[in-house]
Every structure is written in C-alpha cells, then in structure tokens.
C-alpha cells in the first residue's frame, strides 16, 4: 500500500487472463473494481486485451451500482487485440 493514496490520470494494463491452459479474468475484474479509487476525477484506466476477453463488458459490469465508470468504449482493435478506455467520473 502507498500512503498516502496516490491518484493518477491514466493506468494502463495488459493483465492476464490465463490460469494454466483456462481463462481468468480475476485480475481484470480486481482492477475494474479498485482501480477507480486510484484514478483523479475524469482519469482513464486503459485496458489492452485479445478480442475474446470481455473487457468492455467487465469493465462496464464494474459501473453497476457505483457509476464507477460512466463511459466504457473501445478505442482501438486490430482485429486481434483492443484497446479500451474507461473514464472515471
């Protein structure tokens, strides 16, 4: 833990999404969640993932109930991998 708490404007991740040979996407939900106390009102949490991870539905499944992020988009994809911004508000 940094004390005091710091805030950023953006926090970029590529996280994992693989356990072994399967899929999880415990880190990506763990950092939708805590991330928003991390980020400066209007701040982003960019996320890079291959196309067959949920991260737009993850990150927009964080909002439920605590608006932590009031726009979740998709930025980029190559066809492969996107990229996709998350605004705090």
Known sequence: EVTPPLKFDWIVSNPPVHR????DFSVLRALAAGAPSRLRPGGSLWVVAQN????GALLESATV???AYPRVKLWRTNGRFSVWKATAP
């Open 20 to 23: 072994g040979l399967g899929d």
């Open 52 to 55: 067959y991870v949920p991260a």
């Open 65 to 67: 109930g605590t608006a």
